[in-house]
Structures are given as structure tokens and as C-alpha cells.
Nanobody, 124 residues
Framework: QVQLVESGGGLVQAGGSLRLSCAAS????????LGWFRQAPGKEREFVAV????????RYANSVKGRFIISRDNAKNTVYLQMNSLKPEDTAVYYC?????????????????WGQGTQVTVSS
């Protein structure tokens, strides 16, 4: 069992930056990969990024590649999502999730534990 708590969301102007954090407790943090997903109003939840348990491998959705950076600090049991050059279409609730089998893919069904989400709003 893993508990996840996201933070760092807020309102930002287009072109700005935000850093999301996701603190984990429970199962040993360094044993699983972690991903970020987002859900915009009226849309399905979509994959954003994933990072392997060591942090050595990452994968991004095409829509955020080159603008977002996922990282983790295993000593702090925290995963981050640095979001730069934000666009209005990045507006969504952002969720972190555990990939317990370390597949490091974009499929939602690969993820077992989810946080409550944090709202990111980008104004034009």
C-alpha cells in the first residue's frame, strides 16, 4: 500500500512555470516507478510522464516533451514534475501514480495507487 499526496498546483500565466511535488509513504519508495497523469475538464485522464525507480529512465507524452521534466529524490520519497513554458491547454488536475511493476509505460491500467490530484490552471 502506498499513499501519495500531490502539491504545487496553482494559477499561472501562459509561458510561466510550476513545479509539482508528490510525496509518498508506505512501501519502499525506491522499489517502484512513478508517473504523472492529468485530466482536463470534459476529457479523459492522459499520461504525462514516468520515471523509473532509479531515476535513470524517463518517458514523456509528446505534448509535454521538451517543456516538462520529471525527477525523483529517493531520499525524500518525492517525485517532481517541473513544468515550463506552460500553455492554456496544460490546464488540468495533475495526478501522480505508482507503477508497482516498473513497466514505465503510458497505460493507466499499469498504475496501482493514485494521489488526490492538484489543480493547475494556465491563463492566456
Amino acid at each position: 500500500q502506498v499513499q501519495l499526496v500531490e502539491s504545487g498546483g496553482g494559477l499561472v500565466q501562459a509561458g510561466g512555470s510550476l513545479r509539482l511535488s508528490c510525496a509518498a509513504s508506505g512501501r519502499t519508495f525506491s522499489t517502484y516507478a512513478l508517473g504523472w497523469f492529468r485530466q482536463a475538464p470534459g476529457k479523459e485522464r492522459e499520461f504525462v510522464a514516468v520515471i523509473s525507480r532509479s531515476g535513470g529512465n524517463t518517458r514523456y507524452a509528446n505534448s509535454v516533451k521538451g517543456r516538462f521534466i520529471i525527477s525523483r529524490d529517493n531520499a525524500k520519497n518525492t517525485v517532481y514534475l517541473q513544468m515550463n513554458s506552460l500553455k492554456p491547454e496544460d490546464t488540468a488536475v495533475y495526478y501522480c501514480a505508482v507503477d508497482p511493476n516498473n513497466y514505465c509505460n503510458s497505460y493507466e491500467h499499469s498504475y496501482a495507487y493514485w494521489g488526490q490530484g492538484t489543480q493547475v490552471t494556465v491563463s492566456s
